[in-house]
């Protein structure tokens, strides 16, 4: 599947392709707590001691984090509300709140490093080189304009193209995201849309910059769970077409077992356990993060349903 259906847009792109991966290297545990499988020059994402401080008590503290990711690679990051996971991948995609601050450390992103004086490196990175999917998939959107006037007109920025063209290239990534009616969705203004179709076009508003790298915070968030449950398999069946890396950050370990092949878990702000999704499930954190992140969301929305499944 190649990343613009369109042949204008194919043409108006050459030469922004990703690069080649490098050769498969050794992992080496003793010097990267989570591993990628090739060397750190190579990756798309490297990560070395972050450490994030947080005035907030909406986002939890992080001490060296380390963690690599490459094309074509996933790594789902998991723990409780108060663990850290959230904040890694906020600092990564230059998203942190007010009250919180990268600390410490190198945030690597295709070669370019993100920590440092201002948040410049990280803003221009972010919707071309950095695909990000918040939690709330409405704080993307300026409510004032249609789905297709804001999609289009960024595309346009990025890579140059005819409004007519910038505008079928959408409804071909609203139709390849699974959004029914797309040319119709499309004219929509985002606060319209069914919670199901928003994440869709959200994803599909991400897809747009065809990302080397795409941070999902919470995926499906507000979604009800065979709805949320949809939208992770969704968004592995992408990473497998299209071979972005692939980072994910959850407090529901189900969700980022759909999504990834690779697990770290964090707890007070540290990686505690990392492996596959087998070897994580295996050693029963798994089965007890599912239940907390359940039970948490209980909590948080009153759901007799999410209360009763953990």
Not at 4 to 15: I, K, N, Q, S
């Amino acid at each position: 599947m190649t990343p613009f259906p369109d042949p204008e847009l194919a043409v108006a792109a050459t030469g922004a392709g990703k690069p080649a991966a490098a050769p498969a290297a050794a992992d080496h545990p003793d010097e990267d707590p989570v591993p990628s499988h090739t060397f750190r020059a190579s990756s798309v994402l490297d990560v070395r001691g972050l450490g994030v401080s947080s005035a907030t008590t909406t986002l939890a503290p992080v001490d060296a984090i380390t963690l690599s990711v490459s094309h074509g690679e996933s790594l789902g990051l998991v723990g409780t509300v108060a663990a850290g996971a959230i904040s890694v991948a906020l600092a990564i995609a230059g998203e942190l709140p007010e009250g919180a601050a990268i600390a410490a450390g190198s945030i690597l992103v295709e070669g370019v490093e993100l920590v440092g004086p201002g948040r410049g490196p990280a803003a221009r990175l972010l919707g071309t080189v950095i695909g990000y999917l918040p939690a709330d998939p409405l704080s993307s959107f300026d409510r004032t304009r249609s789905v297709r006037n804001q999609l289009a007109g960024a595309l346009r920025k990025r890579i140059g193209v005819t409004p007519d063209v910038a505008k079928r290239h959408i409804v071909d990534l609203l139709d390849l995201v699974g959004v029914v009616d797309p040319a119709a969705r499309a004219r929509q203004y985002p606060q319209d849309l069914d919670p199901v179709v928003l994440h869709r076009v959200v994803l599909a508003a991400v897809l747009s910059g065809d990302p080397a790298l795409v941070i999902a915070v919470s995926p499906g968030a507000g979604l009800e769970p065979d709805a949320r449950a949809a939208h992770a398999t969704l968004l592995r069946d992408l990473w497998h077409a299209k071979e972005f890396a692939l980072l994910v950050a959850s407090t529901d370990f189900e969700i980022v077992a759909e999504t990834c092949d690779r697990v770290a878990v964090v707890e007070a702000g540290r990686i505690a356990l990392q492996g596959s999704v087998a070897e994580i499930r295996d050693a029963r954190y798994g089965v007890k993060s599912a239940r907390s992140a359940r039970s948490a969301a209980s909590i948080a929305s009153a759901s007799s349903g999410l209360a009763s499944a953990g």
